[in-house]
């Protein structure tokens, strides 16, 4: 199949996904229960109405479950209510709302319950011996009292030991596939190697296996594993469509790790699909920026799930390009991990906080193979997985929580981010070459060619192999600045923005100063453009 042919598809695949997403309207169900509970002053009534669910067996669990908590806690106690509404009457909305209501009620971080008796002190009591009752609970109950202010309860992520289990089962299953593949190599070397080649951004000195991207997909089905075989974790249904989405992506990727066929267009059209599939399934389509004007286009739905789209492919292929030197990319991402699963865990975003914890021990796993040594490279198919994995992260924090600002995620990755749109500015207004046209004047290039050698020692000369691993250092400390920086100021957009602008000033007078130095000086920044 010719190229164009492959471009055609993947786009026309594109078109299909984004209509998908934009017309999706997800049948909402509201579960909802009601019981009476005998009691010698009257009877009390319990009304719980919780948050809402996209499918209807999703829904049924929920009130199935909670009703055989209620029978397993009170066997006196008769149901009155079980359904899923599809609609809420308005003092169904007001009771997920905030404003004061005229019973007592309590508020749970998944939903609300109203307490009704004939008698208002017994209404109070049983609201307030529910909320006791929780203390120290996966759930607590926050009680009010009739015509009060009922601020919303923030949720929780409860730490359990299954999480270290996932961190484990990861590292293992990914550090087990590198074994494997390296155990091996003679008889997958045809298909698999990074052979040595002149190209600027090929900075090795052996042929290397650059089918790393199946040890993160490996690792990731190992804590899908561990998800799976227990109760603990709610969001295993949302983890599997997660890594169902990625599938575009990653073979895209991997594809051309074994045949070098597949070119950048199709890789970031593949990219691209993979969000628009997880626009569609997942609702992970931005509707904010926190920019005054471009807000109101977000509101738009053709436009927020086309720029959505770009934003994921953007990030996916920032990666990629950073993705040049042994734990370059790789260390990064337990980087940024860290901050965006710190967020997650102060908002209670369960999904966004275990994916995080899951890829870290992915990331470790792979580490180990990649660098120092460099025995294994992430190739393109790990890294636009990585990429969309991160990216969507990012749109799921921001979709699901409110709270969370966008600045947050890019400053995060300010570096890649920037590393990429710096990199088009050269190429296509300094020297006049494409935007895709690959070169050695990435920052982690020259810091290779011109900072790196400088810590040999006199007389010592350095190899490919020990210049390579040298240079990850140099873009993972500023990384950890910026994490914790994000880490500290995540809910403040003013910091947010500095910090991002300040890091891009850093980021231009580094790469002047090491530009310009005499033994480069044919390179100069200022003479770039006409170094065509």
Not at 199 to 227: C, E, F, N, W, Y
Not at 375 to 392: P, Q, S, V
Not at 412 to 418: L, Q
Not at 419 to 440: A, C, N, Q, V
Request: charged share 15%; net charge positive.
């Amino acid at each position: 199949m010719k190229n164009k042919n492959l471009t055609a598809i993947i786009f026309g695949l594109l078109l299909v996904f984004c209509v998908l997403a934009i017309i999706r309207h997800p049948q909402i169900f509201y579960p909802e229960v009601k019981i009476d509970i005998p009691d010698p002053s009257g009877n009390l009534t319990m009304s719980f109405l919780l948050h809402n669910r996209l499918t209807l067996p999703e829904c049924e669990s929920i009130t199935g479950k909670l009703a055989r908590e209620i029978f397993s806690r009170c066997s006196q106690c008769r149901i009155t209510l079980i359904q899923c509404a599809n609609t809420l009457d308005d003092e169904q909305q007001k009771l997920l709302g905030t404003v004061p209501l005229s019973t007592p009620s309590a508020r749970m971080t998944n939903g609300d319950i109203v307490f009704s008796a004939a008698n208002p002190n017994l209404a109070l009591a049983g609201c307030q011996s529910s909320e006791t009752k929780s203390v120290g609970g996966p759930n607590p109950i926050k009680c009010f009292n009739a015509n009060s202010q009922r601020p919303n309860v923030a949720p929780t992520v409860v730490l359990n030991p299954w999480l270290i289990a996932i961190i484990l089962v990861s590292y293992a299953a990914t550090w087990f596939t590198g074994w494997f593949i390296v155990k091996y190599e003679d008889l997958h070397a045809h298909l698999s190697h990074d052979h040595i080649t002149d190209s600027p951004q090929k900075i090795h000195d052996q042929p290397t296996p650059r089918i790393g991207g199946l040890m993160l997909i490996v690792g990731l089905l190992g804590a899908g594993a561990i998800m799976i075989s227990t109760e603990v974790f709610t969001i295993k249904r949302e983890f599997g469509i997660l890594l169902l989405t990625c599938i575009p992506a990653f073979l895209g990727g991997l594809v051309e790790d074994v045949t070098k066929k597949v070119g950048v267009l199709d890789r970031l059209l593949l990219t691209m699909l993979s969000g628009a599939i997880a626009a569609w399934l997942m609702g992970a389509v931005l509707n904010r920026l926190d920019v005054p004007g471009v807000d109101e286009a977000m509101k738009w739905m053709p436009f927020a799930v086309i720029f959505t789209c770009v934003a994921v492919s953007g990030i996916a292929n920032a990666i990629n390009i950073i993705d040049g030197l042994n734990g370059l990319a790789g260390g990064f991402a337990v980087i940024a991990l860290l901050p965006l699963a710190f967020v997650a865990y102060l908002v209670g975003d369960s999904l966004v906080f275990t994916v995080g914890i899951a890829l870290s021990g992915v990331m470790l796993g792979f580490l180990v193979w990649n660098w120092p040594g460099g025995k294994i490279f992430m190739g393109d198919g790990g890294a636009y997985l990585l990429g969309f994995l991160l990216a969507e992260l990012c749109v799921l924090l921001l979709v699901r929580n409110p709270s969370v600002t966008p600045w947050f995620p890019l400053l995060i990755f300010v570096h890649p981010v920037f590393e990429t749109l710096f990199s088009i500015y050269r190429r296509k207004h300094l020297r006049g070459h494409s935007p895709g046209k690959p070169d050695g004047l990435h920052i982690h290039t020259l810091i290779y060619k011109r900072i790196v050698p400088r810590e040999a020692h006199p007389g010592e000369t350095l190899n490919k192999l020990q210049r390579n691993s040298r240079v990850a250092k140099y873009i993972w400390i500023p990384a950890i600045g910026v994490a914790v920086y994000g880490a500290v100021f995540w809910k403040s957009p003013p910091a947010l923005i500095l910090g991002i602008i300040l890091y891009c000033v850093f980021y231009v007078v580094t790469y002047q100063r090491i530009i310009k130095w005499k033994n480069v000086r044919s390179l100069s920044f200022s003479k770039l453009g006409a170094n065509k």
